[in-house]
């Protein structure tokens, strides 16, 4: 403006009268709370010990657990992933939601969904991308249970996705 009206200070810790914002993640599209202390996790099986609880939400594959990461397997050629059930979720509530995975077809299009059907239809997050996809995002839940998973196009029988053990989902 007029050169009078301006912040001194540092933008990554602004003062607001006595309070005192301490921003810790100036690079992603969402702040961490206080002391970066969250909710429980809410996804049941995400250590990847087992695939209990994963199963296929489309087409034909094989979930199994490979080297610690969950891995869907095509058994077709139709769009196929892993997903699993979210139960107790507060409707409007904001959760964070943290994942990786990778596909052996660089070719093929992987997509991590948030969605309220077991299909992984259109949901609240669908990240796009080729191998290797990470997310790293929050969402507001819309329903109490939600479903949450993989969803890969443009594979050959026989390719598949690894989710890298630890994905999270935080309120």
Known sequence: SNGANFYPGILADP???????????????????????FGSEEVSNNTFDNAAGWYSPRGPSVISVVGGKL???ATG????????????????GL????ASATSNNLSATLRFRIATTSNLGSGTIGSTANSPLSVNETFIA???????GTIVTGQSA????DIDAGLSIKS
Not at 77 to 92: D, N, Q, Y
Not at 158 to 161: A, P
């Open 15 to 37: 003062v607001m009268g006595p309070l005192e914002f301490e921003l810790n993640k100036l690079t992603d599209n969402f702040e961490y709370p206080v002391n970066n202390v």
């Open 71 to 73: 891995r869907s397997t």
């Open 77 to 92: 050629t139709g769009t196929f992933g892993s997903a699993i059930e979210l139960t107790g979720l507060t409707v409007g």
């Open 95 to 98: 959760y964070l939601f943290n």
């Open 142 to 148: 819309t329903a109490t249970t939600m479903y949450v």
């Open 158 to 161: 026989g390719d598949y996705i």
